[in-house]
T-cell receptor, first 116, second 113 residues
Framework: AQKITQTQPGMFVQEKEAVTLDCTYD???????LFWYKQPSSGEMIFLIY??????QNATEGRYSLNFQKARKSANLVISASQLGDSAMYFC?????????????FGSGTRLQVQP | NAGVTQTPKFQVLKTGQSMTLQCAQD?????MSWYRQDPGMGLRLIHY???????DQGEVPNGYNVSRSTTEDFPLRLLSAAPSQTSVYFC????????????FGQGTRLTVV
């Protein structure tokens, strides 16, 4: 079974609108972290936001927020007020603390295109 | 403030050739790892290391070797290149804590012909 599932291969959003990128995960590890990375067309991997499995509040970083629903095992990324520069691939990833080699396991990604 | 440095950025190999992808970090991170990125598949773990002298296999280790003689360096060796190894390779480093982000190198685009 896939550990990280991103069901939206591609998304379109109008500039200045909000968009939600979906991510569900599967783990039996009681301690884990969830990450979102952005990969623009230039290819580098840019860290956006982190949520720990024991964190009570949803993580926020500027225009990025993580909608963490632990019981549903979902960790959706919300981007508010989209900008043209947000057009990129977005990857959800998980690190399991006690299992999974402590490596990041990635989903297949969502390509976001922001339209003017 | 170099972070994670990968060399080369681009490489073309002939089938059967060997080469080493270099990775160095200057953040004193214990944990280093190599991933490959293929279209539509996200990043997959090749090998990883939790400290100098300690390495282990990831999800797709076949055809690759690693060593970790220092904290800073984690080279990836392709023993006998195959077209199936055409991919983009990323090196990453982090502290070993569960909540710490991984810092990535710029990537190496490898083509095997």
């Amino acid at each position: 079974a896939q550990k990280i599932t991103q069901t939206q291969p591609g998304m379109f959003v109008q500039e200045k609108e909000a968009v939600t990128l979906d991510c569900t995960y599967d783990t039996s590890d009681p301690s884990y972290g969830l990450f979102w990375y952005k990969q623009p067309s230039s290819g580098e991997m840019i860290f956006l936001i982190y949520q720990g499995s024991y964190d009570q509040q949803n993580a926020t970083e500027g225009r990025y927020s993580l909608n963490f629903q632990k019981a549903r095992k979902s960790a959706n990324l919300v981007i508010s007020a989209s900008q043209l520069g947000d057009s990129a691939m977005y990857f959800c990833a998980m690190r399991e603390v006690f299992t999974g080699r402590r490596a990041l396991t990635f989903g297949s990604g969502t390509r976001l295109q922001v339209q003017p | 403030n170099a972070g994670v440095t990968q060399t080369p950025k681009f490489q073309v190999l002939k089938t059967g050739q060997s080469m080493t992808l270099q990775c160095a970090q200057d953040m004193n991170h214990e944990y280093m790892s190599w991933y490959r990125q293929d279209p539509g598949m996200g990043l997959r773990l090749i090998h990883y290391s939790v400290g100098a002298g300690i390495t282990d296999q990831g999800e797709v280790p076949n055809g690759y070797n690693v060593s970790r003689s220092t904290t800073e360096d984690f080279p990836l060796r392709l023993l006998s290149a195959a077209p199936s190894q055409t991919s983009v390779y990323f090196c990453a480093s982090s502290y070993t804590g569960g909540g710490t982000e991984a810092f990535f190198g710029q990537g190496t685009r490898l083509t095997v012909v």
